[in-house]
T-cell receptor
Framework: DAKTTQPPSMDCAEGRAANLPCNHS???????VYWYRQIHSQGPQYIIH???NNETNEMASLIITEDRKSSTLILPHATLRDTAVYYC??????????????FGGGTRVLVKP | EPEVTQTPSHQVTQMGQEVILRCVPI?????FYWYRQILGQKVEFLVS????????KSEIFDDQFSVERPDGSNFTLKIRSTKLEDSAMYFC?????????????????FGEGSRLTVL
């Protein structure tokens, strides 16, 4: 799986958009970008994923650059409950035994009132 | 919404004792995983399990560790002789094997974890 680079931490004001960058310059054509988050040592939680098109769901939006070497997770209106460690993970989405996620250090996001 | 459940939520044991951590994956899932997270460190992959056998394991998953799906619903992680450095949060995860929406997303569902403290 390709390696990702994320800033170790960032602060965000409550109610404002939080933009979380991720670099994945070695991503291959069949690899997807996944985002998970971990709130205070709870189990990681899936947020969103994408291949090359921008994606949006009820939790967040994912913007992937045209060359696919970087992406940005957008939390449109951050709340205090969004304080968490956010992980950007690149992996193949194949139907195969295994299909594990490999977690890096992530970005520790602190949403402030 | 279906969820992965883990027991116990916290276990304290003496070094050298055997520990079994239990997980109930989501019922129609076919792939199962154990991860661990030492306090303040990354979430680390231990092992994946499919079709009643280990499909992949990490260097951490040595002979002291074993996994089992004894009855078609539970998925267990056994640590045969615990060491101080086994103290960590252990997470179970599961995913659908090819049917249902989960496989389209590739989403892994994680449990809330079992905290193991080895004294």
């Amino acid at each position: 799986d390709a390696k990702t680079t994320q800033p170790p931490s960032m602060d965000c004001a409550e109610g404002r958009a939080a933009n979380l960058p991720c670099n994945h310059s070695t991503i291959s054509g069949n690899e997807y970008v996944y985002w998970y988050r971990q709130i205070h040592s709870q189990g990681p939680q899936y947020i969103i994923h994408g291949l090359k098109n921008n994606e949006t769901n009820e939790m967040a939006s994912l913007i992937i650059t045209e060359d696919r070497k970087s992406s940005t997770l957008i939390l449109p209106h951050a709340t205090l409950r969004d304080t968490a460690v956010y992980y950007c993970i690149v992996r193949f989405r194949v139907v195969a035994a295994g299909n594990k996620l490999t977690f890096g250090g992530g970005t520790r996001v602190l949403v402030k009132p | 919404e279906p969820e992965v459940t883990q027991t116990p939520s916290h276990q304290v044991t003496q070094m050298g004792q055997e520990v079994i951590l239990r997980c109930v994956p989501i019922s129609n899932h076919l792939y199962f995983y154990w991860y661990r997270q030492i306090l303040g460190q990354k979430v680390e992959f231990l092992v994946s399990f499919y079709n009643n056998e280990i499909s992949e394991k990490s260097e951490i998953f040595d002979d002291q560790f074993s996994v089992e799906r004894p009855d078609g619903s539970n998925f267990t992680l056994k640590i045969r002789s615990t060491k101080l450095e086994d103290s960590a949060m252990y997470f179970c995860a599961s995913t659908d094997g090819g049917t249902g929406i989960q496989q389209r997303t590739g989403e892994l569902f994680f449990g809330e974890g079992s905290r193991l403290t080895v004294l």
